[in-house]
């Protein structure tokens, strides 16, 4: 499918979600945290991530401050916004020097793909950031449903070939389990390296949907960023042929 399809059916799906993700933060929002909103983000989708030889989706945990969240806006100049926000980042000549990318530069690499930033896709588990933080409360536990069933319709359009989800962080833990159905057999998550890489297997995901430790985290265990980003990445290799 080529980039200018893919772009209309993502847009056609946040066209579809606003209303609700509006409705969800109106509703469970405090007076605090709909001062500082941000979001919700969306992809965009370049020509060389249609054409790549291993289409990678990458999905972190919430942007760390973004576009103002408008909750009054037109849904058509909501998407323009946001979307061009995506570009702008994607394809800044300065990328965040962080083990986040470091990781999504490295494992796009190791299938011979150049020019990480126009040829992999990226995208969150929560659509919103509350001044470049999770959102908590109401406002988390009621708004991660919407979000994930979002990530699973972006997921379904885009048809990576590899997923990677970016955290293990107990913060998410609860939701992405019982949105799969991890504790009623509905899915499972099997450890291929402790600490380091699990693989999910659900009707829901695509084939190969992994999730890792966050990059940053890997400079802390044994063996550092670079030693333990390698393992990560020559086990996914090893997994997706």
Not at 150 to 166: G, Q, S, T, Y
Not at 184 to 193: K, Q, S
Request: glycine letters at 6%.
């Amino acid at each position: 499918m080529q980039a200018p399809s893919l772009n209309e059916q993502l847009r056609n799906l946040y066209l579809e979600q606003l209303p609700l993700i509006y409705q969800t933060i109106s509703t469970n929002a405090t007076p605090e945290q709909l001062e500082d909103v941000h979001g919700p983000f969306m992809m965009h989708v370049y020509p060389e991530y249609a054409e790549s030889k291993k289409k990678l989706m990458f999905v972190g945990m919430e942007t760390h401050g973004w576009e103002d969240c408008k909750l009054d806006e037109d849904f058509l100049d909501t998407h323009r916004r946001l979307t061009s926000r995506y570009e702008s980042f994607m394809t800044s000549q300065e990328q965040p020097n962080s083990p986040f990318w470091w990781f999504i530069n490295g494992l796009n690499l190791s299938y011979g793909q150049a020019n990480f930033n126009r040829t992999v896709l990226w995208t969150n588990l929560s659509k919103i950031d509350i001044g470049k933080k999770r959102p908590i409360g109401n406002l988390y536990d009621h708004s991660m449903g919407v979000f994930l069933n979002i990530l699973l319709k972006e997921a379904a359009i885009v048809n990576p070939d590899i997923l990677v989800i970016m955290t293990t962080s107990p913060r998410y833990r609860y939701h992405l389990n019982n949105f799969f159905g991890v504790d009623v057999g509905n899915a499972t998550l099997e450890t291929i390296l402790p600490k380091l890489l699990y693989r999910w297997t659900s009707e829901k995901l695509p084939i190969a949907t992994f999730q890792i430790s966050h990059p940053n985290s890997l400079r802390f265990k044994k063996g550092g960023f670079h030693s333990n980003a390698n393992l990560i990445i020559e086990a996914i290799n090893g997994l997706v042929k």
